[in-house]
């Protein structure tokens, strides 16, 4: 019998107000995919920070290869051979593909570092991953897409006979999903083991050998492939069943005011005469292919990408949006699909991030209403059902279900008539994606106007009453729910020339 790669026993963490792990324990073996699933804050990815080597265990036993071993350090981790691919990037914008790879052991003599030899190194690296980038390019000029790739191929550069991927896919195309599964193959007929973190069940049911799942930082069991259920595993991380609907309640919205109506609007880069409306309590999904242009029409309205062409009307008025603080002033709260980026102060309380948009309602002769803030968050808190011991917390430390609740609770408190939502629950698990749907669909019957972007066709069929498809910066055709599939959305999205199609 194969003997274990790695084994956990009793692992436990804990952070101030919250136990993060509770006597986790699971075994990896040569040549085999464990995919971690459990809802976000079950304990998953501060487990694999153990692992490499970022956090300490407070208590438990890791052994490698049969022997008791401890990881003070990402390198230890590396030195054992474990090495880790982030779901948060890692990587110096200003520096070349080649460069961030092999950052700290770059090829050379005598102190010099041989470009010619880190390239070619590098070539060789991505051919053999089937990675198509340029190892000469800056890594700040690549899409998210191209940053990711960057950063599997260092994890890979490592001699790795553990391998953790924490999200890979979340920003790749279909291809390149594609091109990693494969790679994935690879590496398991070499003996690589792999644990793989994703909220994607479909990438579960076809990569997983075994399912092990987290709840609330506790083990709560695992599946063998043969025993591999859906149904079972979402009942496993949640505690219960998801009685989730297939697609929204129809609205009849035929007589609902117009509250933004969008006319030609284009961008000297990618957008061609975009124009569409939204009505009062209407949820308006936009779908496309990756660089179909959804997101960059969000930024256009909200102005923070400069278009040259095309009118806005609000309520309708035609309104002058020359930056985001315009639109926040019009009425438009945007919701990035970067929301740590640019969506949170992460260093910040729940409180805080809060009343960020509306800080003059918390202010009085320029000094801050701390207690007034404090008891708004503590509202949406309870409001949300947001998971947090207090709402001084800082936010970083919330899962990311939680850490969109806070996002979404900001526009609240402003009493934001639009939201555009950019990719509503990216990296978020199974349960918290139907309370943030059941929200959404909360607020559109109290009449607010949301716009839905989503790169997960299921998503925008669930909560859409009508689809906007995308593609090529340009809208290629309008259905309503009622007749959409996923057939008839990627039909359009595929075909640019099917311009004013509507179903």
Same mark, same amino acid.
């Given at each position: 019998?194969?003997?274990?790669?790695?084994?956990?026993?009793? +692992?436990?963490?804990?952070?101030?107000?919250?136990?993060?792990?509770?006597?986790?324990?699971?075994?990896?073996?040569?040549?085999?995919?464990?995919?971690?699933? #459990?809802?976000? *804050?079950?304990?998953?990815?501060?487990?694999?920070?153990?692992?490499?080597?970022?956090?300490?265990?407070?208590?438990?036993?890791?052994?490698? %290869?049969?022997?008791?071993?401890?990881?003070?350090?990402?390198?230890?981790?590396?030195? =054992?051979?474990?090495?880790?691919?982030?779901?948060?990037?890692?990587?110096?914008?200003?520096?070349?593909?080649?460069?961030?790879?092999?950052?700290?052991?770059?090829?050379?003599?005598?102190?010099? +570092?041989?470009?010619?030899?880190?390239?070619?190194?590098?070539?060789?690296?991505?051919?053999?991953?089937?990675?198509?980038?340029?190892?000469?390019?800056?890594?700040?000029?690549?899409?998210?897409? @191209?940053?990711?790739?960057?950063?599997?191929?260092?994890?890979?550069?490592?001699?790795?006979?553990?391998?953790?991927?924490?999200?890979?896919?979340?920003?790749?195309?279909?291809?390149?999903?594609?091109?990693?599964?494969?790679?994935?193959?690879?590496?398991?007929?070499?003996?690589?083991?792999?644990?793989?973190?994703?909220?994607?069940?479909?990438?579960? !049911?076809?990569?997983?050998?075994?399912?092990?799942?987290?709840?609330?930082?506790?083990? +709560? @069991?695992?599946?063998?492939?043969?025993?591999?259920?859906?149904?079972? /595993?979402?009942?496993?991380?949640? #505690?219960?069943?998801?009685?989730? %609907?297939?697609?929204?309640?129809?609205? %009849?919205?035929?007589?609902?005011?117009?509250?933004?109506?969008?006319? @030609?609007?284009?961008?000297?880069?990618?957008?061609?005469?975009?124009?569409?409306?939204?009505?009062?309590?209407?949820?308006?999904? $936009?779908? #496309?292919?990756? @660089?179909? #242009?959804?997101?960059?029409?969000?930024?256009?309205?909200?102005?923070?990408?400069?278009?040259?062409?095309?009118?806005?009307?609000?309520?309708? !008025?035609?309104? %002058?949006? !020359?930056?985001?603080?315009?639109?926040?002033?019009? &009425?438009? &709260?945007?919701?990035?699909?970067?929301?740590? &980026?640019?969506?949170?102060? =992460?260093?910040?309380?729940?409180?805080?991030?809060?009343?960020?948009?509306?800080?003059?309602? $918390?202010?009085?002769?320029?000094?801050?209403?701390?207690?007034?803030?404090?008891?708004?968050?503590?509202?949406?808190?309870?409001?949300?059902?947001?998971?947090?011991?207090?709402?001084?917390?800082?936010?970083?430390?919330?899962?990311?279900?939680?850490?969109? !609740?806070?996002?979404?609770?900001?526009?609240?408190?402003?009493?934001?008539?639009?939201?555009?939502?950019?990719?509503?629950?990216?990296?978020?698990?199974? &349960?918290?994606?139907?309370?943030?749907?059941?929200?959404?669909?909360?607020?559109?019957?109290?009449?607010?106007?949301?716009?839905? /972007?989503?790169?997960?066709?299921?998503?925008?069929?669930?909560?859409?009453?009508?689809?906007?498809?995308?593609?090529?910066?340009?809208?290629? *055709?309008? =259905?309503?729910?009622?007749?959409?599939?996923?057939?008839?959305?990627?039909?359009?999205?595929?075909?640019?020339?099917?311009?004013?199609?509507?179903?």
């Amino acid at each position: 019998m194969t003997k274990p790669l790695l084994e956990l026993t009793g +692992i436990s963490k804990s952070f101030p107000g919250v136990k993060a792990l509770q006597g986790v324990e699971f075994t990896l073996y040569p040549g085999e995919v464990l995919v971690l699933v #459990g809802e976000n *804050g079950a304990g998953k990815s501060t487990l694999m920070k153990i692992l490499s080597g970022i956090y300490s265990r407070d208590e438990g036993t890791i052994k490698y %290869n049969g022997k008791e071993v401890e990881i003070n350090g990402p390198a230890a981790a590396k030195e =054992l051979g474990i090495s880790i691919i982030h779901q948060e990037m890692h990587l110096a914008p200003d520096l070349t593909v080649a460069q961030n790879i092999y950052i700290g052991r770059e090829p050379g003599k005598f102190g010099m +570092i041989s470009e010619r030899q880190l390239n070619k190194q590098t070539q060789e690296l991505l051919d053999r991953l089937g990675i198509k980038l340029d190892p000469q390019q800056k890594v700040g000029t690549l899409n998210v897409a @191209g940053q990711q790739m960057v950063e599997i191929a260092k994890a890979m550069s490592y001699d790795a006979h553990v391998l953790i991927m924490d999200e890979p896919t979340s920003a790749l195309t279909d291809s390149e999903v594609e091109t990693l599964f494969k790679l994935i193959a690879e590496l398991k007929a070499k003996g690589t083991a792999i644990v793989y973190i994703s909220h994607r069940m479909e990438e579960l !049911k076809r990569l997983a050998d075994r399912v092990v799942v987290l709840r609330d930082g506790a083990y +709560i @069991g695992q599946l063998e492939r043969e025993q591999i259920s859906i149904p079972t /595993i979402i009942e496993m991380m949640v #505690g219960r069943k998801i009685e989730g %609907n297939a697609r929204p309640v129809p609205k %009849n919205l035929d007589g609902a005011p117009v509250v933004l109506e969008v006319t @030609g609007l284009s961008t000297k880069k990618l957008l061609q005469d975009v124009s569409f409306t939204l009505r009062k309590g209407e949820i308006l999904g $936009f779908a #496309g292919l990756m @660089g179909a #242009g959804r997101t960059e029409t969000a930024r256009a309205i909200i102005g923070a990408d400069r278009r040259s062409a095309g009118e806005i009307k609000i309520h309708g !008025k035609q309104v %002058n949006i !020359k930056q985001p603080a315009d639109a926040v002033k019009a &009425g438009i &709260g945007y919701l990035s699909e970067d929301r740590k &980026g640019l969506g949170l102060l =992460l260093e910040k309380s729940v409180a805080d991030n809060t009343v960020l948009a509306s800080l003059k309602k $918390f202010q009085r002769g320029g000094v801050m209403l701390d207690t007034k803030a404090l008891q708004t968050a503590q509202l949406y808190v309870e409001e949300l059902r947001t998971k947090t011991p207090s709402v001084k917390q800082q936010v970083k430390l919330l899962s990311g279900g939680n850490q969109q !609740k806070v996002v979404l609770a900001k526009w609240l408190v402003r009493d934001t008539d639009i939201l555009i939502v950019d990719e509503p629950t990216r990296g978020i698990d199974v &349960g918290a994606k139907e309370e943030i749907y059941n929200l959404l669909e909360k607020l559109a019957v109290s009449g607010k106007s949301i716009i839905v /972007i989503s790169s997960e066709l299921p998503e925008v069929l669930r909560l859409a009453d009508r689809i906007v498809v995308m593609s090529d910066g340009k809208v290629a *055709g309008e =259905l309503d729910n009622e007749a959409a599939t996923q057939e008839k959305i990627m039909d359009l999205a595929t075909n640019a020339n099917a311009e004013g199609a509507h179903a």
